[in-house]
């Protein structure tokens, strides 16, 4: 017996799909013209084949929103890594290469080093917290140079 395929629908793409396949069966059958779908129509029967195409196994196409998800995550990572590769070589007292990781990062991503620096800033400031027994303000303010 061949896989089953369930698929689900609301009442309205039911009907988009109902009047796409018979106007395509009248085609075949009698040459009928194909009226071409409204906008909600398309998007509609849009989504539908894409939740198909998910269901049978095919391959997505590279604007398919989990495929951008997962391509905005990688970006994600790449720019932490470049924010941690900076701090690391800041402590290390490599001025130059510090530079060079965050010239090349802001190019790639200003705003995502800028966040992924905040980011690493609190966990650092966290973990501080804890190794001291503080509050991670007592702790941030412990940082602040003496005047």
């Not at 009442?11 to 106007?23: G, I, K, N, Q, V």
């Not at 009248?26 to 194909?34: C, L, R």
């Not at 779908?37 to 095919?58: K, M, N, Q, T, Y």
């Amino acid at each position: 017996m061949p896989e089953e395929i369930t698929l689900r629908l609301d009442r309205t793409t039911a009907e988009d799909l109902y009047a796409a396949m018979s106007t395509l069966g009248e085609h075949v059958a009698a040459g009928m013209p194909i009226a071409a779908p409204s906008r909600g129509e398309a998007e509609r029967l849009g989504v539908f084949l894409r939740d198909l195409g998910h269901s049978i196994g095919r391959r997505c196409s590279p604007s398919c929103e989990h495929v951008l998800v997962r391509s905005r995550r990688r970006a994600d990572t790449e720019s932490r890594r470049a924010a941690i590769n900076g701090v690391a070589a800041y402590l290390e007292d490599e001025e130059a290469e510090v530079y060079n990781i965050a010239d090349v990062a802001v190019r790639q991503d200003a705003m995502g080093l800028a966040l992924n620096l905040i980011a690493l800033d609190a966990t650092a400031v966290a973990a501080l917290a804890i190794a001291t027994g503080d509050t991670p303000g007592d702790a941030l303010r412990s940082m602040q140079p003496e005047v």
